[in-house]
């Protein structure tokens, strides 16, 4: 087989993580020499990077590789990802299955058989994204009663700060304009770096923000999902200081049950979530929380799922991402036997979903008038000649534009009024020439300067 002429497929199931892993891999093998196979043609070489945190999520990873291998007979299939790691033996049986790799440590060395010898110290770009996610850190030693991923990615590994720094530049430099800061425990970013250090020393995740917002250029940053236990007054302070950090955060819940946390082996309870909340609200001006709950969980009574409400409404969230619980093999819970109804859980689920469409329309409705950073992401698919973005408070937010001319870009617009959807708006005077014009082409370098777009709170 000749260099020039190997093609490859790449495949991702999962988080963020993941997916910041696949790209990595992707641009390992384009330097050396590899490029993607288009829709139309075999690869001869697929990678599936998988998930799993559920058992479906495993069921996925196998019907994915199942079809690459009906798709691509002749090529070498190899997975790596949380499923390959916890179960390498079934997944070494499927078919096409060239090898598993179970350490994402030794990737070089697993893929030097395909003609790999080269890896990059990076990424520099990320396809099919408007937006970067950025891995720092890797490994979880919480052990939840209810969750797996501890058990496949139980090394708790975070990136020198230097090499994020020279990793974002990059992606900033061809054109990223958002950069999301992700791993498996983002709050625990720094924990083993500062081991053995005196406390000068120590470097968390504030003090990586702190060097990010160092950086020239117009971009933003924006955290992934924290424990509300780690969005320390350090954390927040750095974020109130510098306007390039999102006003947002995704603190997971799970329960407001004390009871039903003790059972999750959570670290935290109601009380303490609720405090950080309100510091949080008290230092950043209108933040968006986001969360998780699970519902179902075993042994959660109607007193458990009303103190979720309960929590739910206090803190006024914005979004709540709402799962219910399924057993996972392997983990405490799933020996648990106080299983909660199919009937009741879906009766909780919609009650939550009811208090979670009015809490985001107060909060959509408390955001009309005010003006918002928006990165573009593409048309509106509902309302004709309209762009639509995510906006610094993860808000969706829809405006007239000309689509071409502002993808991937950042656009300041006032909120006029809230709908189903998120937001409606406008530009604000300074963009609206860049919002509507055809093509930024015949602006010369200097004139093209002056439409940067400023990141506002």
């Known amino acids: 087989m000749k260099t020039a002429s190997r093609t490859c497929r790449l495949l991702t199931l999962g988080c963020k993580v993941n997916q910041y892993e696949t790209q990595f891999v992707k641009e390992m093998l384009e330097a050396n020499g590899y490029r993607e196979a288009s829709a139309q043609e075999q690869a001869d070489l697929c990678v599936v990077n998988t998930c799993t945190v559920t058992s479906e999520a ?68 990320f396809d099919g994204h408007q937006r970067a996610f950025v891995k720092v850190q890797d490994g979880c030693l919480l052990h939840c009663s209810y969750c797996i991923i501890p058990q496949v990615r139980p090394t708790v590994r975070s990136r020198p700060v230097e090499g994020i720094v020279e990793e974002v530049e990059r992606l900033t430099a061809g054109g990223c304009q958002e950069i999301v800061l992700t791993g498996i425990h983002l709050g625990h970013y720094g924990v083993d770096l500062s ?118 409404r206090e803190v006024g969230f914005s979004k709540v991402h709402i799962f219910s619980y399924s057993p996972r093999q ?82 300041t617009v006032r909120a006029l009024q809230a709908a189903e959807d998120g937001l409606i708006g406008e530009p604000e005077p300074a963009d609206r020439l860049i919002a509507t014009q055809p093509s930024l082409e015949n602006f010369g370098q200097s004139n093209a300067a002056r439409f940067t777009l400023p990141v506002v709170g």
């Open 195 to 312: 081991r053995g250090k005196p406390k000068t020393q120590w470097r968390r995740l504030w003090h990586l923000l702190e060097e990010l917002c160092r950086l020239p250029g117009d971009f933003r940053i924006r955290l992934s999902s924290l424990e509300a236990a780690e969005a320390r007054d350090d954390l927040v302070k750095v974020m109130a200081a510098h306007k390039r950090i999102c006003p947002h955060l995704h603190l997971c819940l799970q329960s407001g049950s004390d009871r039903i946390l003790g059972l999750m082996k959570r670290r935290y309870r109601s009380a303490g979530f609720l405090e950080r909340c309100r510091r949080i609200r008290e230092s950043l001006p209108n933040p968006a929380l986001t969360t998780d709950v699970i519902i179902g969980f075993p042994g959660e009574e109607d007193a458990d799922f009303e103190a979720t409400l309960k929590v739910v």
């Open 330 to 411: 392997g983990t405490p819970a799933a020996s648990m036997r106080q299983t909660v109804p199919p009937a009741t859980v879906a009766a909780r689920r919609q009650q939550l979903l009811d208090l979670e469409a009015e809490l985001r329309e107060r909060f959509l409705n408390n955001c009309v008038r005010q003006s918002f950073d928006v990165l573009v992401e593409g048309s509106d698919p509902i309302r004709p000649g309209w762009a639509r973005g995510t906006s610094c408070r993860h808000v969706p937010v829809s405006f007239p534009g000309h689509v071409p001319a502002l993808i991937r870009r950042r656009v």
């Open 58 to 125: 495993d069921a996925k990873s196998r019907q994915t590789v199942r079809r690459l291998a009906q798709e691509n007979p002749l090529a070498a299939i190899v997975v790596m990802g949380c499923y390959a790691t916890r179960d390498p033996e079934s997944v070494a049986r499927l078919p096409g299955v060239a090898k598993v790799i179970t350490d994402k440590e030794k990737i070089l060395d697993e893929l030097r058989s395909f003609g790999v010898s080269r890896q990059p110290c990076g990424i520099s770009r």
